[in-house]
């Protein structure tokens, strides 16, 4: 059945996504007509697909209908290339089903999702089609792709942003302030909120590393007096995360345990710095939206092209290397999404017209 991001999603521990309770504010968006534009988002599920396409929806003032599709074999395994054979014969059992009334706005995103949003904008070609991540067929496919600077591709209807796509707004973090601030309260400034991740099929969180970065915060913690928020994820594995408590033992230290609500957007609003670890991108992206110091964990094995990215920001001045002390320096925030969705107004406005 399909979403609708009005409900709260369920806790996924270190993932800053499953918070649907901070949609935008729609008050600030107009639309030709006073018509506030359908819009679907088209994704396999998973949290890394389908909140980039959230984030612009949300950045347009929308309320999407969330479409999560699985196709069946051979179309999963071959797609986008094998043609289909019609949209429904296409789906998985467990897959949403794509039926009119098609969207005005089709946000799609992942793999599984490229060849559906092409069948849909042959059946509609009044629905604004936006493909978030390399679709890997021409980009004339779609009306607009959005993709990071660092994949080094190029085409006229491509958005070319600095980083990931996403959902933290400086709206949401003024509204994360007011939630959370119980979290911040009693605790010494400044504030470091430390974001975790782990290893990925590139990047390499080894205990050696946990070891040498958990004894660097202790430090931080006992000998400079700072405050400090933790939150670690899945991929941060049980011994590292053992390793981490084990250095962190006695010290007024929060580390979010993955049970309850998730303090990630808190812990974005309320920190006065950041310490981020580079296997993502997106985590990345999300501290640097906030125009706070982002400093980097980084982590040995990135592959070249977020290498990049990591190089862009810090020449940029936008992130420095975490070397075991606080830095401070202003910076001017990434702002992609907002700057995608202006596009995504412009042709929304055109089609309507």
Known sequence: MSKDITRDGPSRKGEADHDTKFLGDKSSHTYANSKVPTCWVLSDGRAGIE??????????????????VALRSPWR???????????????????????????????SSGRQAVALSMAIGKRSSKTVRVHIQNPGVAFDRFDLVSLPRHDGKSGTNLVESIGAIHRVTPEKLTKAALEWAPLAAGRARPLVAVMIG?????????????????????????????????????????????LLKQALAGLPVFIWDGSGPNPYFGMLALADALIVTSDSVAMVSEAASTGKPVHIIDLPGNAPKFQRFHDLLRHAGVTRPFQGQLDAWDYRPLDDTRQLAGRVRVLLEQRAG
Do not use: H
Request: with cysteine; aromatic share 4%.
């Open 77 to 107: 395994q071959t797609t986008p290339y094998l043609p289909l054979p019609g949209i429904g014969l296409a789906l998985a059992g467990t897959s949403d089903r794509l039926t009119p009334p098609w969207p005005d706005l089709l946000i």
């Open 51 to 68: 909140n980039p396409c959230l984030g612009l929806a949300e950045a347009l003032g929308l309320t999407p209908t969330v479409k999560r």
């Open 198 to 242: 782990g290893s990925n099929r590139f990047c390499r969180l080894t205990p050696d590393l946990m070891t040498g970065v958990a004894t660097q915060l202790a430090t931080l913690v006992r000998e400079q007096g700072v405050g400090m928020l933790i939150t670690t994820s899945r991929r941060t594995g049980a011994e590292n995360e053992a």
